[in-house]
């Protein structure tokens, strides 16, 4: 919000104004509560500015916002500051004021929340008003005369100021969001430097939000920012207001945990220390902290954020302004999972021994030893499997590598047997995670985006309170925070849609924007094919595929997916696990170990010791994606990437890197040596993978594929995710996801 | 020492659980938040009797289809009426099924206004009115002799569970001040009714007080025989003529 900025313009003019000052308030015997001097005498300080000092020169919009104006005619022009703005109709003075560059300090406006207007705040003084104006409730006005920077606006601010802090504990040096408070900040921006309050405190009794929230409520100054975002973005009605006067306190009323999957942006939007993260409590300072702007890799979302260290240690992740993708929110999975880094890493390349226990060895003798397997088994008898925290650059080096050695069984996890990579629209979310807020019907088949993709989720809950989007689910019986009309539970209901004779079919065909979302957990099914094809045929015969709108999607799982799918990682055959010799998991865990034959040499590289170790022969380390450089592939094929925030554990090594290493080991070099020469293979096969932060929408769309004709399988859709807390290797690893799920997931 | 502490423990325990901890600001009856007992708790069946389901039909019948949540005042001061003077965390949930919408929405309402109570009051609710006016006249003399009489404290129910005492922000009646109000939940919501006691004085309201335990109904209003309602004492004393027009300044002069 910039408010350090805000802060330091106040204090040099504070200063300024109290050197010039001086000397004409010596005699003032009155001990005035009023700390900026001129206010003190209004009447002199009016006259001393009547020669006109020059203007400075407009001070550029807040955050660089930009005015997107819909219809030029309702720009209106109003004066902030004596400069004049043009903003559209509808903009409130505190936008027009940002558009003007003036940061308004605010408490309970947020720009994604509806207006409280219950701080006050946010007052300025507007001309020819009899009082100062709650600015981020009142609509601007032709002409309006918009004041922020006068007596009035500053006594008014210093006043609502000296009544946040009547009630507000003095504890920052114990409070965890001090250095990052905005109450801390605005009240050394605009504050009093004393207060006339010698009564008693308020105190109120602390809540329990579950294992990701921790309260201190005493410290809430009402703004309601957390009730707004629990109903209106996260979609549970579980917080409220109680209570009236100074006896007011946010809560549940009833003992009741928040069992959102966004609970943890409340943390982020609480203005002051009242709701802040229980698993980060008391570990570090905020200015202690080493941030770095990554892509989280627990979902296929492929969220913006920003990994906070100190040292060798992820101490949080928080979210990074995405308006693409994430917006400003991130799921309780991606901010809270990075305590499983710091837990049952791989730490040294190790070989199971004769006695069936690992030994640590050195690199080369483990890398010689998979060379040596490797040569003695069947080129088609070796298997890769990639997981799905994989990154692009790795499913390469692996992919390029097996090829190498003569096989062409590598896939990535998640995708199914004989997964369809050749057309880009036939695995991608091709509406694109931010116009899905303009669909006004959604058919969802076989995915519960609540627990699959949150963020997506967020979207269609946008959609259907903005623009009453109706919602059509197919699927086993779930808990989606929005009104849905279960139509049913299996493919029957889709072939019904198909064939016209289903209700819902047209209130496709009438919408304007229709988007179909197709869970990626049907790429597991053996009737995939089918199933997609009567998909295509609804998005055909409804209309759904036009060239302004694409409305038929797949909602991808894991953040590997969309890159390996790009990359060409299909098997040759479906059964090659079950005649696999030689078996490398790159961080695969989900593979079903029961299918591999006990003769086979395992060999398992990743990060942690998950499911896929208990199986394995030898076991390399690698690092996670907060110790590596990779490319990640989100859900709408936005290349994104992860950057190093903390050094790797132990002797790990970067993934592609091991595999280069073993290529040259096993006499076949892979020929590239840095991470810029594997980018550039990379652009030979999916160039675009290299388009960083830009979605790359998929080019020919899948009407033009043929249609297949199979039976389907009349099985109902299983739910693709059992438990949204635990999916991977990470959040497996968690302790703080290993609580929620006991705690939140209703049983 | 230990006995000391273990006797301070055991106050600091029975504050906890008491069953209307008085939080020191509140002005209702009870704490912002819910503490689960016997007769309170989400789990407890409450449903609208036969009767009351037609006037929540009727309250209903007031507003839009699409607006039902208007109705939560109406309907949470009918299901007062019918649990005898308080809401269970039950009531507020069924009030909330029957609007449709979140519970805590509810909350929200009941937690907001004063004269919804959530812990148990007297079948006799008796409200002091204690603010300046009749603070003035001896609001205070009077809750003091109701507490007494009583032997409550404020906001406890009586062991017979037929009386509790609170305090109540301005009643607007000022010209009769002190005054009480009496909330008679004995009946149900079908012989509620709500009356104000008018001019009382510490010894009318310990007669009042019997009168109800005896059963019978004390005369609304005030409670000085010399006055018709809220004529003064005496009959009138001004405004015995015709009234004259307030003075005016001669606009023509100006």
Known sequence: MGLGSLTSRAMIRRASTILNTTRSHNFSLVRSIVSTPELKNTASAAAE????????????????????????????????????????????????????????????????????????????????????????????????????????????REGVMEFLLMNHPLDCPICDQGGECDLQDQSMAFGSDRGRFTEMKRSVVDKNLGPLVKTVMTRCIQCTRCVRFASEVAGVEDLGILGRGSGEEIGTYVEQLMTSELSGNVIDICPVGALTSKPFAFKARNWELKGTESIDVTDAVGSNIRIDSRGPEVMRITPRLNEDVNEEWISDKTRFCYDG????????????????????????????????????????????????????????????????????????????????????????????????????????????????????????????????????????????????EHLGTGPQTLQEIAEGTHSFFSAIKNAKN????????????????????????????????????????????????????????????????????????MGADDVNMDKVPSDAFVVYQGHHGDQGVYRANVILPASAFSEKEGTYANTEGRAQQTVPAVPTVGDARDDWKIIRALSETAGVNLPYDSLIDVRERIRTVAPNLLSMDEREPATFSTLIKPEIKKEINPVPFKPSIENFYMTDSITRASKIMAQCSSQLLKK | ??????????????????????????????????????????????????????????????????????????????????????????????????????????????????????????????????????????????????????????????????????????????????????????????????????????????????????????????????RFKCAPEGGHKTLLGEPKPPPCRDLDAC
């Not at chain 1, 390996?564 to 078996?583: H, M, N, R, T, Y």
Request: glycine content about 6%; charged content about 25%.
């Open chain 1, 49 to 156: 500015a009547t020669p006109d000092p020059p203007l400075p020169p407009p001070r550029p919009p807040v955050n660089n916002a930009r005015v997107h104006f819909p219809n030029p005619e309702d720009a209106i022009e109003v004066f902030v500051d004596g400069y004049s703005v043009k903003v559209p109709k509808g903009f409130t003075v505190l936008q027009a004021c940002e558009v003007a560059g003036v940061d308004i300090p605010r408490f309970c406006y947020h720009s994604r929340l509806s207006i409280a207007g219950n701080c006050r705040m946010c007052l300025v003084e507007v001309e020819k008003s009899p009082k100062p104006v709650a600015s981020c409730a009142m609509p601007a006005l032709p002409g309006m005369k918009i004041k922020t920077d006068t007596p009035i606006a500053k006594k008014a």
């Open chain 1, 341 to 484: 880094l710091k837990r049952q890493r791989l730490n040294d390349p190790m070989i199971r021994g004769s006695d069936g226990r690992f030994k640590a060895v050195s690199w080369r003798d483990a890398l010689d030893v998979i060379a040596e397997v490797m040569h003695k088994v069947k080129p088609e008898e070796i298997v890769g499997v990639a997981g799905k925290l994989s990154d692009a650059e790795s499913m390469m080096a692996l992919k390029d590598f097996l090829n190498k050695m003569g096989s062409n069984n590598i896939w990535c996890e998640g995708n199914g047997g004989q997964p369809q990579a050749d057309l880009r629209s036939g695995y991608l979310l091709n509406t694109g995670i931010a116009d899905l807020e303009t669909a006004d019907v959604f058919l969802l088949i076989g995915t519960q985006p609540r627990v699959e993709a949150a963020m997506v989720n967020a979207r269609i809950r946008k959609a259907v309170r903005s623009n009453h989007a109706k919602v059509g689910y197919i699927g086993p019986a779930t808990d989606l925070n929005y009104d849905y």
């Open chain 1, 514 to 585: 229709p988007a179909i979302v197709v869970g990626a957990g049907l790429f597991e099914r053996e009737d995939k094919d089918a199933i997609l094809s009567i998909v295509e045929t609804i998005a055909k015969s409804a209309n759904v595929i036009r060239p302004d709108w694409n409305g038929l999607n797949v909602l991808l799982l894991n953040a590997a997916q969309a890159a390996s799918l790009d990359l060409g990682l299909v098997p040759e055959s479906d059964k090659s696990i079950e005649s696999a010799k030689f078996l490398y998991l």
């Open chain 2, 1 to 226: 020492m230990f006995a000391r502490r273990a006797a301070q423990r055991l106050l600091e325990i029975r504050q906890v659980f008491r069953q209307s901890p008085q939080a020191s600001r509140s002005f209702s009856s009870a704490l912002n938040f819910h503490l689960d007992t016997p007769d309170n708790n989400p789990n407890n069946q409450w449903k609208f009797s036969e009767t009351n389901n037609q006037k929540v039909k009727e309250i209903l019948s007031f507003y839009p289809t699409n607006y039902k949540q208007s109705a939560v005042i109406p309907l949470l001061d009918l299901a007062q009426q019918q649990h005898g003077g308080w809401l269970p965390v039950s009531a507020m949930n069924e009030v909330a099924r029957i609007i449709e919408v979140a519970p805590i929405r509810v909350y929200e309402v009941a937690t907001f206004y004063s004269m919804f109570n959530r812990s148990k009051v007297g079948k006799y609710h008796l409200l002091v009115c204690g603010t300046t006016p009749c603070m003035i006249r001896g609001s205070r003399e009077i809750e003091e002799a109701l507490l007494n009489h009583l032997g409550v404290k404020r906001n406890e129910v009586t062991k017979d569970g037929l009386f509790s005492v609170g305090e109540m922000e301005c009643m607007g009646c000022c010209v009769n001040a002190p005054m009480i109000t009496i909330a008679d939940y004995s009946n149900g919501s079908e012989g509620y009714t709500y009356n104000y006691i008018e001019d009382v004085t510490p010894k009318r309201v310990v007669e009042i007080v019997e009168m109800l335990k005896r059963g019978e109904k004390p005369p609304p209003g005030t409670q000085n025989p010399n």
